[in-house]
């Protein structure tokens, strides 16, 4: 014989709540409870290690108070808990629907952008970015615009990846930070697009002048592939052995010393000095 529907979602209710109370004790369950209340306790069960009692917790709250169930922060702070990317897509789009903050419609946005990233909608993920580069300000819409790039770029759209990356590059309002990764994007574009060269010099560049190890890495990548796709691959295992020297316990350092090894065996470069 199945179980009751109701049954289970009475006893799928009252486990969130028990969770709530043991976490922050009995006066949190109490009613009355306002849209910051209910974000607050659902990142408190998430901080004590109970991810699905957050989102249990927030999900019954909608259900059974009108009030939250308008409230745009709440129906975002269950799409990021949730578990499904249906239901991340679902309540972004109701959280969207209901609030009239730009900050917080832009945040859903940036939120659906990731999901479709991730199931490799790169078209999609490109369409939600710019939604939220729209609405956001400052480092967030930067952030937003650059991760627009990449998802152009992934879904092999290299000529307008190429163009946005360059937009957030030459925009002052942009943080430094995020400027120089959007120059490392652009080469990336440069790359995929067969400008080899040209890439190359760009890479050269951004590792010459970047003392970030993040941006530094990605840029002797970077120049290592250009220059092997361009006909340079004396110039490439000389950028990998830097590589390979300066970040050994990096991931992309442990890949440069086994690129450098199989370039070694070439005879053409056997004798290429280090």
Partial sequence: MSADPRQ???ARSAAALLAVALVL???AVALGTTPAQAVERARALEKAGRPEDAERYLS???????????????????????RS?????????????????????ASAHLLKGDCHFARGHYISAAFEYEKAAAGASGEEAGRAAL??????????????????????AGEGAVPSELTAWAEVGAARALLA???????????????????????RVEALVGAAASHEAAGAPAVALRQLRILAAEYPDTFEGILARERVRVLEERPELALTPP
């Fill in 8 to 10: 289970h979602r009475v």
């Fill in 25 to 27: 004790g009995p006066a």
């Fill in 60 to 82: 019954d709250l909608v259900d059974s108070e009108r009030k939250l169930a308008r409230a745009g922060r709440v129906l975002l702070e269950l799409a990021r808990l949730s």
């Fill in 85 to 105: 990317a249906e239901d991340v897509l679902a309540w972004a789009d109701r959280a969207i629907a209901r609030t009239r903050e730009a900050e917080l419609a």
């Fill in 147 to 168: 991760k627009r790039a990449a998802s152009l770029l992934a879904g092999g759209d290299v000529s307008t990846a190429l163009e946005a990356y360059r937009e957030v």
């Fill in 193 to 215: 697009s067969g400008s080899s060269a040209e890439a190359a010099a760009e890479f050269d560049r951004l590792a010459s002048t970047h003392a970030d190890a993040g941006v």
